[in-house]
C-alpha cells in the first residue's frame, strides 16, 4: 500500500457497493463522488467494512486520478427496487423505482443524462397530481411544471423525482373533496383546513433519500417553493434555486396567488393579474 503522507493514503476505489452489501444484487448506477483523500483511518462507517477488500495504489498514490466511487447508497426505508429505460416524447429517460417502505407508495426517480455527483445536478420534486398530470387540468399549473422540467432534464441532464403524494399528501379522494368545497368558494388551504387537514401534508424526506441514492449534495432545484429548498438544506443538501414558474390561466390564477399569498410560494404575477 503506498503512502503519499505519514497521514494520508490515497486509494485507489472503483466498485459496487452492493459486492459489499447485503441483499439481493441491484443493477449497477455509476455514480461519481469527489471523496480525495480519503484518511484511512476514517470511521466513516460506510468504508469501514469494505476498505481491505479495495485495491490499494501501489506506488504513486501522491499523483492519482480522483478517486471514483461506483456506488449506490442503499436504505431501508426507500429502498431502489428497479430500474428501466424509457423513451419518452421528452427525449430518453432511465427511471428508477423506490419503494417507501412504510407506506407502500412507489415513487420514481426520471434520470435524463449521466449524474456527476461532483456537479449541481438539476433536479426538480414533484409530487403527485393526477388531476394535472394525467387530466391536463387547468386548476393547477402541475402539469405546465412537470413537462417544463422533463423538457429541462432532456436538454441539460438531471432528475425528476416524482413523489407518490397526491393532493398535497391528502390523497385523490380527498383532494376532489375540495375541490367541491372550492366550488363553494373556499380557496385551495380553506378547503384543506375544512376537510380537517393541515395546508401542506407532503414530506420530503423520500425524495431526500432516493437524491442520497445517487449520491448527489449539490442542486440546482427547479422550485417556486420555500419548504422543498429548506427540506434539502437541512439534510445537508446544497440547494441554488431556479424559478420554475408558468404563465397563469383563468382556472388556476385565484389558485397561484393563495399559495403565494398563503403558503409562501416564490411567485411572480404580472400587473394585469394583480
Ligand atoms: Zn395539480
Given at each position: 500500500?503506498?503512502?503519499?503522507?505519514?497521514?494520508?493514503?490515497?486509494?485507489?476505489?472503483?466498485?459496487?457497493?452492493?459486492?459489499?452489501?447485503?441483499?439481493?444484487?441491484?443493477?449497477?448506477?455509476?455514480?461519481?463522488?469527489?471523496?480525495?483523500?480519503?484518511?484511512?483511518?476514517?470511521?466513516?462507517?460506510?468504508?469501514?467494512?469494505?476498505?481491505?477488500?479495495?485495491?490499494?495504489?501501489?506506488?504513486?498514490?501522491?499523483?492519482?486520478?480522483?478517486?471514483?466511487?461506483?456506488?449506490?447508497?442503499?436504505?431501508?426505508?426507500?429502498?431502489?427496487?428497479?430500474?428501466?429505460?424509457?423513451?419518452?416524447?421528452?427525449?430518453?429517460?432511465?427511471?428508477?423505482?423506490?419503494?417507501?417502505?412504510?407506506?407502500?407508495?412507489?415513487?420514481?426517480?426520471?434520470?435524463?443524462?449521466?449524474?456527476?455527483?461532483?456537479?449541481?445536478?438539476?433536479v426538480r420534486i414533484h409530487s403527485e397530481c393526477?388531476?394535472?398530470?394525467?387530466?391536463?387540468?387547468?386548476?393547477?399549473?402541475?402539469?405546465?411544471?412537470?413537462?417544463?422540467?422533463?423538457?429541462?432534464?432532456?436538454?441539460?441532464?438531471?432528475?425528476?423525482?416524482?413523489?407518490?403524494?397526491?393532493?398535497?399528501?391528502?390523497?385523490?379522494?380527498?383532494?376532489?373533496?375540495?375541490?367541491?368545497?372550492?366550488?363553494?368558494?373556499?380557496?385551495?388551504?380553506?378547503?384543506?383546513?375544512?376537510?380537517?387537514?393541515?395546508?401542506?401534508?407532503?414530506?420530503?424526506?423520500?425524495?431526500?433519500?432516493?437524491?442520497?441514492?445517487?449520491?448527489?449534495?449539490?442542486?440546482?432545484?427547479?422550485?417556486?417553493?420555500?419548504?422543498?429548498?429548506?427540506?434539502?438544506?437541512?439534510?445537508?443538501?446544497?440547494?441554488?434555486?431556479?424559478?420554475?414558474q408558468q404563465a397563469s390561466n383563468p382556472h388556476?390564477?385565484?389558485?397561484?396567488?393563495?399559495?403565494?399569498?398563503?403558503?409562501?410560494?416564490?411567485?411572480?404575477?404580472?400587473?394585469?393579474?394583480?
Open positions: 500500500m503506498g503512502r503519499s503522507s505519514p497521514s494520508w493514503n490515497l486509494i485507489c476505489l472503483k466498485f459496487e457497493l452492493n459486492n459489499f452489501l447485503a441483499g439481493p444484487p441491484v443493477p449497477a448506477t455509476l455514480v461519481t463522488l469527489d471523496l480525495r483523500p480519503i484518511q484511512i483511518s476514517t470511521n466513516v462507517p460506510i468504508f469501514a467494512p469494505i476498505l481491505d477488500r479495495i485495491p490499494m495504489c501501489p506506488d504513486n498514490a501522491s499523483s492519482a486520478k480522483p478517486l471514483e466511487l461506483v456506488t449506490q447508497f442503499q436504505t431501508d426505508a426507500v429502498p431502489f427496487v428497479a430500474k428501466a429505460e424509457v423513451p419518452s416524447r421528452f427525449g430518453k429517460f432511465t427511471v428508477y423505482g423506490f419503494l417507501e417502505k412504510a407506506t407502500g407508495k412507489e415513487h420514481m426517480a426520471i434520470v435524463a443524462g449521466e449524474i456527476d455527483a461532483r456537479k449541481r445536478i438539476p393526477w388531476t394535472g398530470d394525467v387530466l391536463g387540468s387547468l386548476k393547477c399549473d402541475c402539469r405546465d411544471q412537470l413537462e417544463m422540467a422533463l423538457h429541462h432534464i432532456a436538454e441539460h441532464g438531471g432528475i425528476v423525482l416524482y413523489l407518490r403524494q397526491e393532493g398535497r399528501g391528502i390523497g385523490l379522494l380527498n383532494k376532489l373533496k375540495a375541490y367541491a368545497l372550492q366550488e363553494r368558494g373556499m380557496d385551495t388551504v380553506e378547503a384543506n383546513q375544512a376537510l380537517g387537514f393541515a395546508d401542506d401534508l407532503r414530506s420530503y424526506t423520500s425524495a431526500i433519500e432516493m437524491l442520497r441514492f445517487f449520491g448527489i449534495r449539490k442542486v440546482r432545484l427547479l422550485t417556486n417553493n420555500p419548504k422543498k429548498i429548506a427540506a434539502l438544506e437541512d439534510a445537508g443538501i446544497e440547494v441554488h434555486r431556479e424559478a420554475h388556476n390564477l385565484r389558485y397561484l396567488k393563495t399559495k403565494a399569498k398563503k403558503s409562501g410560494h416564490l411567485l411572480n404575477f404580472r400587473e394585469e393579474e394583480l
